[in-house]
């Protein structure tokens, strides 16, 4: 039978926090996502979505976004098999599935923005990795689109999407840009601000970055 993260007062729980970091490095952070209070699976943050924690030692808020999310029997032993039942089925029939599964994702440090005793007034937001990455149990959250929007002003975030080993970089790429132009409202001063970007960072492989553009949609 499992055993479940603790999760105290779930309905004061805020509803953009979704999971908790349980293994961190200096430029990523693996989260498990929190149990739901129903019969239901985790919410699984999209590809390409933004989430945020902190580094409790400095305060500093920790940005960062999804590259890689799975669902697995928390038995490392036995592989989930197909039941060929709805999901309103499972519910009925097998509800002892759902306490069997953890979701949990990777994420990209892309930047941060120092906690409020350390901000000058400009409350300046830094698109390079923290002295520290988010603790092991640290809450992770949602990013709300206002901080997302806030943060992705500046375009450096790329560079570190385009260098990551071991993910799809140019559909991480693409996905993260139009998830932010959405937010944005369709701003197309951004999206060619950004595609301009992309132009020089990968001015000697027109190939990826004709990859990447042939993803977004305005």
């Not at 004061?12 to 979704?18: A, E, G, L, Q, V």
């Not at 019969?39 to 305060?59: A, H, K, N, R």
Request: glycine share 4%; hydrophobic share 40%; proline share 8%.
């Amino acid at each position: 039978m499992r055993l479940p993260l603790p999760q105290f007062a779930t309905d004061d729980r805020h509803p953009n926090h979704i999971a908790e970091v349980i293994e961190t490095t200096s430029t990523e952070f693996l989260a498990q996502c929190l149990e739901p209070p129903d019969l239901s699976f985790p919410s699984m943050p999209p590809f390409g979505s933004w989430v945020c924690s902190v580094d409790e030692e400095s305060g500093n808020q920790v940005y960062a976004v999804v590259y890689y999310a799975t669902t697995m029997p928390i038995d490392s032993v036995h592989r989930a098999r197909a039941l060929g039942l709805s999901l309103q089925d499972l519910r009925e029939e097998q509800p002892q599935i759902f306490a069997m599964l953890r979701t949990e994702f990777r994420s990209v440090i892309v930047g941060f923005e120092q906690s409020s005793q350390n901000r000058g007034y400009n409350q300046r937001i830094y698109q390079y990795l923290p002295p520290r990455p988010p603790q092991i149990h640290q809450a992770v959250y949602r990013c709300e689109p206002e901080a997302i929007i806030k943060f992705t002003e500046e375009l450096d975030f790329l560079r570190t999407l385009l260098c990551i080993n071991g993910a799809p970089v140019e559909s991480l790429t693409a996905a993260a840009i139009r998830d932010i132009y959405q937010l944005r409202k369709a701003d197309r001063e951004w999206l060619i601000k950004a595609g301009r970007s992309l132009s020089v960072l990968l001015k000697d492989d027109y190939d990826r970055l004709r990859f990447i553009l042939s993803q977004i949609h305005p």
